[in-house]
């Protein structure tokens, strides 16, 4: 029942076509290889695993709200010289693995929100072991810009609060 690193509750009843969504969408934060209309169009990734998805906006909002405090951390310090950068980096690493934990506790109720709550830990795992700082940077600005898009869908597919 249980079979992953966070002890999340492993759902069979996932439609397998959420499991693709999701994995394109983690693929693109990750490498930023697709093109942008592929995820964030009217057709793309997003769009569709949202609309598949019983999620309320209410609780993808909750999910942002955590990630884009991380962010703004991150960008909003990243004014000073590159040892400080260095040590930045690793204190916002360290934020953002925490943030996991924390996001992973909002989720637990809401099994719906299961694949939202992955694309977020999955992308994070990634870009903390991210070694070159524009990399770095570009992953969480994707990271960042997916949820956006996944709020934007989610009023629009009736998924209110």
């Given amino acids: 029942m249980y079979n992953n690193r966070y002890n999340q509750r492993t759902d069979r009843n996932i439609p397998p076509q959420i499991n693709s969504y999701k994995l394109e969408i983690i693929d693109y934060i990750k490498t930023g290889n697709k ?15 949202v ?3 019983e ?3 209410n609780q993808i ?8 405090k991380e962010y703004d951390e991150v960008f909003n310090t990243f004014n000073s010289s590159t040892s ?5 980096m ?31 830990s999955e ?12 990399k770095w940077k570009n ?8 949820f956006e898009a996944i709020i934007a869908y989610s009023k629009g597919s009736g998924s209110n609060e």
């Fill in 123 to 134: 992308s994070i795992k990634d870009f903390i072991n991210e070694k070159d700082m524009e």
């Fill in 51 to 53: 609309s598949t998805l």
């Fill in 139 to 146: 992953k969480i600005e994707r990271l960042k810009l997916t």
């Fill in 84 to 88: 400080e950068n260095n040590m930045t």
């Fill in 55 to 57: 999620v309320k906006q």
């Fill in 90 to 120: 690793n204190k916002i690493n360290t934020e953002f693995s925490i943030l996991v934990y924390r996001i992973y506790y909002q989720t637990q109720r809401i099994k719906e929100v299961k694949p939202l709550f992955e694309i977020v």
């Fill in 35 to 49: 093109l942008p209309i592929e995820i964030f169009g009217d057709d793309g990734k997003i769009k569709k695993l």
């Fill in 61 to 68: 909002r909750k999910i942002y709200s955590e990630l884009l």
